[in-house]
């Protein structure tokens, strides 16, 4: 900490630099947590250096995703829970990278506040570091910006940014998608970190007196506390199945739902046909699409509605791609397969 950097004037304007110097020396022990071979400086510097190690690599390509938490960060106000949309932020980021088949490397994070708590800095961080471990990847630095009368005093906002590294021959393609091939489904942890502006007028969260009030249909849970589940992060599994077996397609699902997610992944000329009642659909959608009267295909258009990531190989290796997933902790199943199309998604 620089004890010598102070401005009163600054302070009176709604910034306190010495609050800034807290938070950074209360977030070192997240970020050390996030270590990998990469890491060549400490946290503080004006960038954050990566070595990359490209043994093995025939043809390396860097990859890149960015994202923000959105509207769920509503959530995290209104709950006072700040320890888990940090996940979210990496989750939103490492998930579209490793689509193409890379390896995240490295994170850097970006917090916006009408005010710098270091306390509540600490604790987004530290959402961002476990986001970081479950990824393997390196949180190797990151901005704090303090805005007073720009952002209210107890508000922020929560974006970052990752880079992986894939070998260009090893870049999933799906040119070799064909008829009979298998659309795998990897389970969502619940609506992750999408479609937040209409859940948040179904349950008109800013004035629900039971949002934090345990509820039957979630097993008991709150809708609060259910909505803020950290988006799973898919790193590991795809990485495992990536080594394994020949992967055509991936498909983030996130805003936008199956309709707009699924279709990125597939070629012209075929589509993915789903077995709607093949779909494990989590008990929140069902409460959404119930207190909204949302209709099914703006359900299906909106949310990931139980499936965080589609996955698609020939129908040979579907049983061994399961097989990897399972034994990496998802409970991988089959909701379709690939099919000459104009349509990219036909829901049955």
Partial sequence: ??????SESYKAAGVDITAGYRAVELMKGSIAR????????????????FGLNLKGYEEPVLVSGTDGVGTK?????LMDKHDTVGIDCVAMCVNDVICCGAKPLFFLDYIACGKNVPERIAQLVSGVAEGCVQSGSALIGGETAEMPGFYPVDEYDLAGFSVGIVDKKKIVDHKSMVPGDVVIALPSSGVHSNGFSLVRKVFDVE?????KEPCEALGGKSIGETLLTPTKIYVKPMLALFDKVKVKGVSHITGGGFYENIPRAIPDGLGAKIKKSDVRVLPIFGLIAETGNIPERDMFNTFN???????????EDAETALDILKANGEDAYIIGEIVESQDKVILE
């Fill in 1 to 6: 900490m620089n004890e010598k950097s102070y």
């Fill in 34 to 49: 996030t270590k990998n071979e990469g890491c060549l400086d400490e946290i503080g510097g004006f960038g954050g250096l």
């Fill in 73 to 77: 960060l509503r959530l995290a106000f």
């Fill in 207 to 211: 004035n629900n007196p039971h949002l």
């Fill in 305 to 315: 509605m139980g499936v965080g990531m589609s996955v698609v190989v020939s129908k």
